[in-house]
């Protein structure tokens, strides 16, 4: 169990970011407002860990327009893919390893 403790990300040890990990794994794509939904958290709370996560190539932002409106989207990078898979594997290992 010790090893899988140590294969866990920090950068996951948020709710949120966990959240904004599992929407973007099973969507193509996701703009603020859905992600903001699907989280239930602050356009400031989300914006913080979009950030985050952003700085360290674990998702993408992708800024254009619908109109003259501006619509930003996000999408998981594959070393954010890596990273997450990794992270869930080591969390299911520890699970495993107690029963």
């Known amino acids: 169990m010790k090893k899988a403790i140590e294969q866990l990300n920090k950068l996951f040890d ?16 996701l703009n603020f407002n859905d992600l903001k939904g699907l989280i239930d958290v602050t356009d400031g709370n989300l914006a913080t860990h979009i950030k985050t996560l952003e700085e360290n190539n674990y998702i993408k932002v992708h800024k254009g327009f619908i109109g003259k409106k501006t619509n930003t ?5 594959r070393a954010g893919e890596v990273a997450f898979k990794s992270h869930l594997k080591a969390l299911e290992k520890i699970i495993n390893d107690i029963n």
Do not use: F, K, P, Q
């Open 14 to 29: 948020s709710r949120i970011r966990i959240g904004i990990m599992s929407a973007l794994i099973v969507n193509e794509s």
């Open 73 to 77: 989207t996000y999408t998981i990078t």
